[in-house]
Nanobody, 126 residues
């Protein structure tokens, strides 16, 4: 079972970037999917989450209105569209999956997620 995150890079403040995370080894179509990030010296923090139906999404206050999470179950892929990037968005971004057929609001707690990707670096210069 693997989650492969990609799309990170070095951008300037105000730019946009889209991260992708593709799962393999099992079906993720009934999983809540989440994006987390971790900056040096900081704990891993929740960024955004989406229910398996895509009908429920949840965002950290720090990214609300700038980031959009979406998914394509046919491709086993979840996306994070990031806009109006700020230097404080600089971090390693991780995708995660949690089996949850309830389609309720995604959990923000990292320990509730069972599968993790390897992370992709996002660096925003000022």
């Amino acid at each position: 079972v693997q989650l492969q995150a990609s799309g990170g890079g070095l951008v300037q403040a105000g730019d946009s970037l889209r991260l992708s995370c593709t799962g393999s080894g099992r079906t993720f179509s009934r999983d809540t999917m989440g994006w987390f990030r971790q900056a040096p010296g900081n704990e891993r923090e929740f960024v955004a989450g989406i229910s398996w139906t895509g009908g429920a999404t949840y965002y950290a206050d720090s990214v609300k209105g700038r980031f959009t999470i979406s998914r394509d179950n046919a491709k086993s892929t979840v996306y994070l569209q990031m806009g109006s990037l700020k230097p404080e968005d600089t971090a390693v971004y991780y995708c995660a999956a949690r089996y949850d057929p309830s389609s309720g609001s995604p959990t923000t707690v990292p320990t509730m997620y069972n599968y993790w990707g390897q992370g992709t670096q996002v660096t925003v210069s000022s």
